[in-house]
DNA sequence: TGATACGTGGAA
DNA sequence: TTCCACGTATCA
């Protein structure tokens, strides 16, 4: 991992690449506004929007086209080409972007991680979540997650808007196949919110959308739906609502920011990952066959670091808590027995691909372990350790502990 | 029922 | 302290 400069950055690519193109447009947190300022006020606007989009996707599809053929060597990551084969299949959602989903299966992010360099070795980690810089504002601004989904972000132009919805409302179905979340929809979402190009709506962002898969820090704030700086949702978020397993996405978004009914300028910081966590952590899930997708943050409602705590329940929450406790009930006296769950959104829960080459990974069969750089960060301490304190997930750098919402 | 992964105890 | 193997919980 470290040595990692030489990689194509996709990040910094498509973030120059948007601000040049997107910038005047939506850059701003003003312009995200939620009393339709502007954005959408006229359809100039929105012209130039589409146009600029068009232009985006152009530059993404053939960075993708390129890098993907010359640098992954998919073989190497069957898991990688099983997901792009998943999310071609989960393409109706977004279905100009399934294709490119699928590439990004198996794209070799640069830029992160193990990811850099030209995606051969062995040992690539495929990232579940877009860059935690700043820099990486989110990419998939999804409208009904928005605080307060104002006219403007919210026109019908948005070809996903719809789709978007219909994620989100199917709730615990985890988005189709998504049910558990793990699978489905951690393809689903993981990449599809990665890809901001695809669904048009990512405007703004510059580099969003690329990263998506990476997840190098989760600063990115992009899990759970949770808005960025310019007030835009990720894709992510759709998926994450999707599988309910988020509370961030449905909590955050929806009702949570709605509900406060803030209004425009208001700046609203988000406490660590939270959202993003959840949502990754569906993602993340999804490689492995997802078993557990979505308790994940319930399960550490006291000790980790799943930012959707503080939150105020959502229905999506509430359900999950639910759930949970139905389930754990009946162990509330072996509670101590139970198996805890990966947070889903410190980095080793966020990667998507097994190194396969780790001892867990060689040793599957006996093993019975997880890939070491898969190893969830809570799991790894000691049960019990941490108090019920929220706290950011380890890897989160502190400085990204925060998501801004305008 | 099979796959995955957490928990635990022993060995290095 | 880390690694490894096994038991077993969980989920599809």
């Keep these: 991992m470290s040595g990692m400069t030489s990689g194509v950055c996709v990040d910094s690519d498509l973030s120059s690449m948007l601000q040049r193109s997107s910038a005047p447009s939506h850059h701003h947190p003003n312009h995200h506004g939620y009393g339709g300022q502007g954005q959408v006020s006229g359809l100039a606007p929105m012209l130039d929007y589409t146009t600029e989009m068009d232009r985006y996707r152009s530059s993404i599809a053939s960075f993708y086209k390129t ?41 070799p992010w640069g830029c992160h991680d193990n990811m850099n360099m030209n995606m051969n070795h062995p040992a690539a980690m495929f990232w579940g979540r877009p860059k935690p810089v700043a820099a990486t504002p989110t990419h998939h601004p999804h409208h009904h997650h928005h605080p307060s989904a104002t006219p403007g972000h919210m026109t019908s132009s948005h070809p996903h808007s719809t789709s978007m919805h219909q994620s989100s409302s199917s709730g615990s179905g985890g988005g189709g196949g998504g049910g558990s979340s793990d699978g489905g929809g951690a393809e689903k979402h993981g990449h599809t919110a990665s890809l901001p190009v695809s669904q048009g709506t990512a405007h703004h962002h510059a580099m969003a959308s690329s990263n998506g898969n990476f997840l190098p820090g989760y600063s990115g704030g992009t899990d759970c739906g ?30 949570f920011l709605g509900g406060l009914g803030l209004p425009p300028g208001v700046i609203v910081m988000a406490m660590g990952s939270a959202g993003g966590g959840i949502s990754d952590a569906s993602s993340a899930f999804q490689m492995t066959g997802g078993q557990r997708a979505l308790t994940d943050c319930q399960q ?8 959707s705590s503080s939150s105020p329940p959502s229905s999506g929450v509430t359900a999950a808590a639910v759930s949970l406790s139905s389930s754990s009930s009946s162990s509330s006296g072996t509670v101590a027995k139970r198996k805890r769950k990966r947070c889903g959104v410190c980095g080793p829960c966020r990667r998507l691909i097994n190194c396969g080459v780790c001892s867990s990974c060689r040793n599957r069969k006996t093993g019975h372990q997880i890939c070491k750089f898969r190893k969830c960060e809570e799991l790894k301490k000691k049960p019990g350790g941490g108090g019920g304190v929220l706290e950011r997930p380890p890897s989160v750098p502190a400085s990204e502990a925060f998501r801004w919402f305008f």
């Design 67 to 107: 890098n993907v053929n010359m640098n992954m060597n998919v073989t190497n990551f069957p898991q990688s080409a099983k997901l792009a084969a998943r999310l071609a299949a989960a393409a109706p959602i977004f279905p100009p972007t399934a294709a490119r989903l699928g590439a990004m299966a198996t794209t």
């Design 300 to 307: 550490h409602a006291n000790s980790s670091p799943c930012p």
């Design 226 to 255: 949770v808005m960025n700086k310019q007030g835009h949702t990720h894709a992510d978020m759709i998926g994450l609502s999707e599988g309910g397993s988020c509370n961030g996405g449905g909590v955050m978004g929806g009702s």
